[in-house]
């Protein structure tokens, strides 16, 4: 069985070398649906609390909410970091309040004092799944993930791990020693 979870991502970016509209700096509300699996939990009966995958995508995907994206080659990236510099905002501002964990993989780069995430492709509605699953494949236990943004849509499901050990009382997944995170619960 599956349970899953939505958010609402604003944010900004272009299709640079692209042909058409996109070309230019535009903005979207983006919505990720999540999609996690496992067996019915016995303790709590559900899956996964949908509230406890939305705490665990969060950390890393609060660094595209109110952000700009651009792909690593775009001119604008070194212009936009010069502005930052010049309103000194680049390295965070006191009401940048939201920020996520910096984070860098083989596909992208959070700069969270800076509202930026610099991906190595073009920010498009595949391109923020494959990011996503990268971010959090050993996090949850995903099944399938779903992206919207404007009129463009993607998903992709995927092969899920099995069967997580998960404490009866919360329902979240245990950590090493077999202890819950959240309340204590221990095997």
């Known amino acids: 069985m599956r ?10 970016h272009r299709f640079y070398g692209f ?7 535009h ?12 067996t019915i939990n016995d ?8 509230n406890e995958i939305k705490k665990t995508a969060w950390d890393a995907l609060k660094n595209f909410d109110h952000a ?3 792909r690593e080659d775009d001119p604008l990236l070194p212009a936009i970091l010069d502005v930052y510099e010049q309103q000194g905002i680049r390295d965070g501002a006191p009401q940048n309040q939201m920020k996520g964990e910096a984070f860098k993989t083989d596909l992208a780069t959070a700069y969270p004092d800076c509202r930026l995430v610099v991906t190595k492709e073009t920010m498009t509605v595949e ?12 996090k949850l236990n995903i099944a399938k993930l779903t992206f919207t943004s404007g009129d463009n849509a993607a998903c992709q499901e995927y092969e899920t791990a099995g069967t997580t050990a998960r404490c009866p009382l919360c329902g979240i997944a245990l950590n090493e020693q077999g202890v819950c995170p959240k309340c204590g619960y221990g095997k």
């Open 127 to 138: 391109g923020m799944i494959k990011i996503v699953y990268d971010l959090l494949k050993d």
């Open 27 to 38: 903005g979207h509300t983006g919505v990720l649906t999540i999609e996690v699996e496992d």
């Open 43 to 50: 303790g709590v009966n559900m899956v996964f609390p949908c």
């Open 19 to 25: 042909r058409g509209e996109a070309q230019y700096l």
């Open 68 to 70: 700009l994206i651009l």
């Open 3 to 12: 349970s899953y979870t939505t958010f609402s991502l604003q944010y900004a």
